[in-house]
């Protein structure tokens, strides 16, 4: 069963409310004559304020979730559910900061963290999550990732810069292996094929590497960044992965292209991002993601939910139930074309037995699609970034250009590009010397039209 990862907490994303000084067309929005729609709220118990990292359903009845917010110092705790969602017990609870938490089948179940001065561990259940035992795996600071295969082979990662890397056990944890090291750059997250084949992703996605021999060497993929986020294959060649945007393979990983999720303007708002975090294949056709947000100006943001039906060329998005006042959603599962679930980050959960809402619907009021196939601005690499990163944009033909920096609260601190440019692809350096820790934004400008916007994060 596929888990679902990544800490996602929608309140950061509400630093987007600089979109209301600089989009004038943007109205209100009335909730209260929105239609009751197929999804039902559901509520975690109470866990100290400590957000959701990981959750995992394996079956319509049957899921776990653990918390964790990449701190130490903090308790967190393994929830189960019996009943899909409609109420949970804390199974678990452990000083230690949680990241990942895999079922294998309906007893065997893994989850793995670490920090507090105790360093990494790995947890293991053999009674459907009832109680856990702890494996020997105290060897690093804080697993970030964990791909479990089987009881016997497991896979576990460690960003920590001197003592991180690989690890890697074929006897159930009594024997553990270091496998990759990267001094400085260690690995965040992992995603096996099968024995063989599967990728690792750099620490904050700065690089995509692939292995065919079970990790015993890992290959750099040219200028492709990780999966921070999600990372699933339906076979050995077809794939996606997920780091704002979303990409598909159909060659094993080699290559990787771009899919283009709705954003821009619609009626009474805009949508933001676009931002995929996590996403749950159905099939190799239909496809479930979350991280998109729509800004209806006055501080009212709603959470939206992207479906593809085919393969990811298309996608399209619904807004859950209004009455549930959403204002993001951090992870998505469906374990067939009607059950799922998506987390929306404030200690409950939304839940469809019914394919979620009846109807989809595709970006509107968009940009004139000659000014989106002239025109693109890429996500700056690296990051986070400290304290220097590249930002790329395109020109698909002449135009006056500019290129501005905000802080998290709309206000301009940086003008990088104001003249006439010929078409071409351009790169500029964005020195964050002298600023703040946080989140920014950068918007390209095309003869005084918004072509996109997109978050950046400075790290000191």
């Known amino acids: 069963m596929k888990a679902i990862k990544k800490i996602f907490d929608p309140n950061k994303l509400s630093t987007l409310l600089f979109y209301s000084s600089i989009i004038a067309f943007i109205i209100a929005f009335n909730f209260a004559h929105n239609p009751k729609g197929g999804w039902t709220q559901q509520f975690l118990p109470f866990m100290n304020d400590r957000p959701l990292s990981d959750m995992t359903f394996i079956d319509s009845l049957t899921g776990y979730?653990?918390?964790?917010?990449?701190?130490?110092?903090?308790?967190?705790?393994?929830?189960?559910?019996?009943?899909?969602?409609?109420?949970?017990?804390?199974?678990?609870?452990?000083?230690?900061?949680?990241?990942?938490?895999?079922?294998?089948?309906?007893?065997?179940?893994?989850?793995?963290?670490g920090y507090n001065d105790v360093g990494g561990i790995v947890l293991k259940s053999t009674n459907t999550g009832i109680n856990w035992f702890s494996l020997n795996a105290n060897f690093a600071n804080h697993f970030t990732d964990m791909f479990v295969l089987s009881e016997d082979t497991i896979w576990l990662t460690d960003d920590n810069g001197f003592n991180g890397g690989i690890f890697n056990t074929n006897n159930g944890g009594i024997n553990w292996f270091s496998q990759f090291q990267s001094l400085g750059n260690n690995p965040s997250q992992i995603y096996m094929i099968n024995s063989n084949t599967g990728f690792i992703s750099g620490n904050n996605s700065t690089y995509l590497s692939r292995t065919t021999n079970g990790g015993n060497n890992w290959i750099n993929i040219p200028s492709e960044n990780g999966f921070y986020y999600d990372m699933y294959f339906i076979d050995s060649l077809t794939g996606w992965k997920s780091r704002g945007e979303i990409k598909k393979t159909t060659n094993g990983g080699l290559n990787w292209i771009a899919q283009v999720l709705p954003t821009g303007p619609i009626n009474g708002g805009v949508i933001l991002g676009p931002y995929a975090f996590s996403f749950s294949n159905i099939n190799q056709d239909t496809i479930w993601s979350d991280g998109g947000q729509i800004f209806y100006g006055g501080g009212q943001f709603r959470g939206i939910l992207y479906r593809s039906t085919n393969g990811g060329s298309n996608w399209y998005y619904q807004i859950p139930d209004t009455s549930f006042r959403n204002k993001g959603y951090g992870f998505v599962q469906f374990l067939n074309s009607k059950t799922g679930w998506a987390s929306a980050g404030n200690n409950s959960?939304?839940?469809?037995?019914?394919?979620?809402?009846?109807?989809?619907?595709?970006?509107?009021?968009?940009?004139?699609?000659?000014?989106?196939?002239?025109?693109?601005?890429?996500?700056?690499?690296?990051?986070?970034?400290?304290?220097?990163t590249n930002i790329k944009y395109f020109l698909n033909k002449r135009g006056n250009v500019k290129l501005i920096v905000y802080n998290s609260i709309g206000k301009e601190i940086m003008n990088l590009i104001n003249g006439n440019q010929n078409s071409g692809e351009y790169k500029f350096e964005f020195d964050g010397n002298g600023y703040s820790s946080g989140v920014y934004f950068y918007s390209l400008f095309i003869d005084n039209i918004r072509i996109d916007t997109k978050k950046m994060i400075l790290i000191r």
């Open 65 to 113: 979730g653990i918390t964790g917010d990449g701190t130490v110092g903090d308790t967190n705790y393994i929830i189960k559910t019996s009943d899909g969602g409609e109420n949970w017990v804390i199974v678990n609870r452990l000083f230690r900061d949680l990241t990942r938490v895999i079922f294998i089948n309906k007893n065997t179940g893994f989850v793995c963290g």
């Open 349 to 388: 959960n939304i839940h469809s037995t019914s394919g979620g809402d009846t109807s989809f619907l595709t970006d509107f009021n968009i940009r004139n699609s000659l000014i989106v196939n002239s025109f693109k601005l890429f996500q700056n690499y690296p990051n986070p970034f400290n304290p220097k």
